[in-house]
């Protein structure tokens, strides 16, 4: 599914990286174990965490994932938030809670990744 | 004689990326002089090599330095571990380093990773991705500072991420822990920080200073025979009449240590 597509389909706020959602997603992963993330999260792919420290943004730059879904109303300090900016790394955010979020996704023919 | 001495714990150098270019070895030293501290550890994330620069930096003023670093465990939790000299400190980033991610530090998301010496010349640049977080979990962390003698410290425990409070919900009782380090003092009022007050834990506050004018900015008093690692560990265990307060020792207590100074 389009970025943009799921993004409108689960009401999500735009954060950063506007710029970057026209592209096809297939699979997600949810972990807070960042060090985890680095390890298991695929290309490509969605991100859901309750995490939301600068290295949030570091790892979606470096592993060039589709986007982080900050969960459970999580947001980011204005310093994490300039630099996804600046960096034009998307980032998203949700009221609603990770297994929510993640239950929706698969819903929408969304896969785990791992 | 015991006698009341400031110290911080936590101090960054240029090799934190995160740092400013301000923190080379002289500049900490000068400040931390000029600010009356009394002793200051070097904590850089997940590394150590600057650690040697500022102690020999510090080698003719009134300033004793400590070797550590500010490491993050698996569970994003950020530890201060301190140690007795380098080589110890050194063989315990050859534990942590081998468990940080693959890859090399790209200078332009993170910034630069300088290691230099006590001139301030620069030995060159570590290409590690310190900025993330090693695999070890706390625990194994902890033990291997113990192993090396070393004193564990979980760092601002009263921030909201990269805190060990925050990544476990609560403080363990009885770990490997020597003391729990917090940002604000005031924070001791609230609630949760009333359970770590009396959790048993001796309570520090550092500056966390990633720029020189933070230097000086929070600070410990011990009271203890002289600013050292053994001094501070006694400090830390309340061995001989020895203590540490995040607050000002009474004035009184002050002006009974210089009489006891000027008995010398
Ligand atoms: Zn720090």
């Not at chain 2, 690692?229 to 001989?240: C, I, P, Q, S, T």
Request: net charge negative; charged share 25%.
């Amino acid at each position: 599914m389009i970025l943009r597509d799921i993004i409108d389909k689960l009401g999500l706020k735009i954060l950063s990286g506007e710029g970057s959602l026209d592209i096809e997603v297939k699979v997600a992963y949810a972990s807070d174990i960042l060090s985890d993330v680095m390890a298991c999260a695929v290309k490509g792919g969605l991100w859901i965490t309750n995490q939301n420290h600068q290295n949030v943004i570091a790892i979606v730059y470096f592993k060039t994932l589709a986007g982080a879904i900050l969960a459970g109303g999580m947001m980011p300090d204005d310093e994490t938030l300039a630099k996804a900016r600046d960096k034009n790394v998307p980032l998203f955010q949700s009221e609603l809670p990770a297994f929510e979020i993640s239950g929706r996704l698969y819903g929408l023919g969304i896969k785990g990744s791992a | 004689m015991l006698r009341w001495l400031k110290v911080d714990l936590h101090i960054h150098t240029v090799l934190s990326s995160c740092a400013e270019l301000s923190m080379g070895p002289k500049d900490i030293v000068h400040k931390a002089v000029s600010e009356g501290l009394d002793m200051i550890a070097i904590t850089d994330h997940n590394a150590a090599d600057n650690v040697a620069a500022v102690i020999g930096a510090a080698r003719n003023w009134p300033l004793t330095v400590i070797a550590g670093m500010e490491v993050s465990t698996k569970e994003e939790a950020h530890v201060l571990c301190l140690f007795e000299d380098v080589d110890r400190v050194m063989r315990f980033q050859e534990f942590i380093q081998a468990g940080l991610p693959e890859g090399v530090n790209d200078e332009s998301f993170f910034g630069p990773q300088i290691i230099c010496d006590e001139n301030e010349h620069v030995l060159g640049k570590c290409e590690k991705l310190l900025a993330f977080s090693t695999r070890h979990p706390f625990d194994s962390v902890a033990a291997k500072a113990r192993e090396l003698g070393g004193i564990v410290i979980p760092a601002h425990i009263d921030r909201k991420s990269c805190s060990l409070l925050k990544a476990f919900g609560f403080v363990p009782q009885n770990a490997a822990i020597d003391a729990l380090e917090i940002q604000e003092v005031k924070n001791l009022e609230t609630l949760q920080m009333e359970h770590i007050k009396n959790s048993g834990y001796p309570i520090v506050t550092d500056s966390d200073a990633h720029d020189v004018d933070r230097i000086g900015s929070r600070y410990t008093y011990i009271y203890a025979a002289e600013a050292s690692f053994v001094e501070l560990k006694a400090a830390l265990k309340g061995d001989g009449g020895r203590r540490i307060s995040v607050r000002e020792p009474a004035q009184e207590v002050l002006e009974a240590t210089l009489y006891e100074r000027n008995d010398e």
